[in-house]
């Protein structure tokens, strides 16, 4: 999710490693902030393989700042990864996000509704936070108003979400 949210906000500009960090939080903080301890060897990995480059600009008002440009390698990569999303990607609700948000950059409307339709598939399977043997529980099923609670909510959200798949997967296939 990190390497693939560097190489997404990249995508667009380039940036100074602190202002990606905030980048990054302000799509993942409340659930998984990024720290400085995790984010620089995530850059250094992807420099390493030649997907972003770092260049020295000078500073407005202290010292020189790194600037991080995304090669046209990194480019492709994040093409392929957005293209080919993992499973952990489809079914993980943040990781999700973290693809959502950079779907756009995969240009080809074909290829965006084959990823909106691989989310689909995953929210149409019978799921839940509780089950009886496999049978999965629904809030009607509980007295206890927390984990009612917690069914009522997530069934909402997954409805919203289905719902903007399917206009969103039409619409891509109407052109």
Do not use: C
């Not at 799509?27 to 400085?36: D, F, I, M, S």
């Not at 420099?47 to 407005?60: I, Q, W």
């Not at 390698?73 to 943040?94: C, H, K, Q, V």
């Amino acid at each position: 999710m990190l390497e693939l949210a560097i190489l997404g906000f990249l995508y667009d500009a380039p940036l100074h490693g602190y202002e990606l960090r905030k980048r990054i939080t302000a799509l993942t903080g409340h659930v998984k902030p990024v720290a400085e301890s995790t984010l620089y060897p995530a850059i250094k990995r992807l420099e390493k393989a030649e997907l972003l480059e770092r260049a020295t600009r000078p500073g407005s008002v202290a010292a020189p700042r790194h600037e991080l440009t995304l090669t046209e390698e990194g480019r492709r990569e994040l093409r392929r990864r957005l293209a080919e999303p993992s499973r952990g990607d489809i079914t993980d609700e943040n990781r999700w996000f973290t693809v959502l948000a950079f779907l756009r950059h995969l240009e080809d409307p074909g290829a965006q509704a084959t990823v909106l339709r691989r989310r689909l598939a995953f929210l149409e399977e019978p799921a839940s936070f509780f089950y009886d043997g496999d049978r999965p529980l629904r809030a009607e099923e509980f007295d206890d108003p927390f984990r009612r609670g917690i069914l009522t909510i997530a069934r909402a959200t997954s409805e919203a979400e289905l719902a903007w798949l399917r206009e969103t997967v039409a619409s891509l296939d109407a052109g």
